[in-house]
């Protein structure tokens, strides 16, 4: 079953009554356990938008997504590819409005989250740590009530070993910046020697050269917000490698139109 793609793998569960897929997951312990695609993509969610959640010390975690209906596309095709394969209901998803206070803009997004399984909780302890008391004060304050900060795993160069992988935190949290040419993976809520890991593990993994650029300062925090950006002669190798991986509706984020020809960049301002 690990030696099928994505397609495959959809055509396979797709013939398991739910019941039996709920209990598949169910009966597993570990995240390896989990079908290899699955965790690949995981993976790549974990450094993107995507969330592991737990209510509480004694529940199991699941997964939770929130996208803007800009990517609703690319949202339906993650939602189908959990519900095939027996992670979430068949609830169809549902666009809401919410108000930005910041920008004061409103805004529509679709959001949906997995059952929970004694294997996500464990990728859930890969990927988050204890809040501080510092920064649960601050989310209460926001509104939000979280007690687990997201984390680079100190093993990280071992996790991100695939394509799937960076083709997947490309469409979650990737751009490509029509201004210099350049690749970008937005990883804000990263610390600078989490981000150091990453740059080791791509380096590693996939002889890439990424360089860690400073984006904004954070008005609530202070703390200093980073990017990943991708050597410019590199481009073309990254784009080999995600591309056949990736939703044409996300191409934008490699430099590309949905019809494969070039994003045509400008010149900056000033």
Same mark, same amino acid.
């Given at each position: ?7 495959? @793998? ?34 790549? =969610?974990?450094l993107?938008d995507? =969330?592991?959640q737990?209510?509480?010390?004694n529940?199991n ?6 996208f803007?209906t800009? #990517? ?6 993650l ?14 998803l ?13 805004y529509?997004?679709?959001?949906f989250?997995?059952?929970a ?10 990927y988050?740590?204890p ?6 004060t601050r989310?209460?304050?926001?509104? #939000? ?5 997201k ?6 160069a ?8 960076l083709?997947?935190?490309?469409m979650?949290d990737?751009?490509?910046?029509i ?9 804000? =809520? ?9 740059? #080791?593990?791509?380096? @590693?993994?996939? #002889? ?17 917000h980073?990017? @990943?950006v ?23 984020k ?17």
């Amino acid at each position: 079953m690990n030696n099928l793609n994505i397609s495959e @793998l959809l055509v396979y569960y797709n013939s398991i009554k739910p019941s039996k897929k709920k209990a598949i997951l169910k009966s597993y312990t570990k995240f390896n356990q989990n079908p290899l695609i699955i965790q690949q993509v995981l993976h790549g =969610s974990m450094l993107g938008d995507g =969330s592991a959640q737990r209510i509480g010390p004694n529940r199991n975690a699941r997964l939770g997504y929130t996208f803007g209906t800009v #990517n609703l596309e690319y949202a339906e095709w993650l939602h189908r590819l959990f519900v095939t394969l027996g992670y979430c209901n068949l609830k169809p998803l549902k666009a809401t409005k919410h108000f930005h206070a910041s920008s004061q803009t409103w805004y529509e997004h679709v959001t949906f989250n997995t059952f929970a399984f004694v294997s996500l909780t464990e990728l859930h302890s890969m990927y988050y740590r204890p809040a501080t008391l510092e920064e649960i004060t601050r989310q209460s304050k926001s509104g #939000n009530n979280f007690l687990f900060t997201k984390r680079i795993p100190l093993n990280i160069a071992d996790l991100l070993t695939s394509d799937l992988t960076l083709a997947v935190w490309i469409m979650d949290d990737g751009f490509f910046d029509i201004y210099d040419g350049r690749i970008k993976l937005a990883t804000h =809520s990263f610390t600078k020697d989490e981000i150091e890991l990453l740059i #080791n593990a791509l380096k @590693l993994n996939f #002889n890439l050269e990424f360089q860690s650029h400073q984006a904004r300062i954070s008005k609530h925090t202070g703390n200093i917000h980073y990017n @990943l950006v991708l050597s410019k002669k590199q481009v073309p190798d990254f784009v080999a490698r995600v591309k056949p991986h990736m939703l044409p509706c996300m191409w934008y984020k490699i430099g590309l139109n949905e019809d494969g020809s070039l994003i045509i960049t400008k010149k900056a301002k000033g």
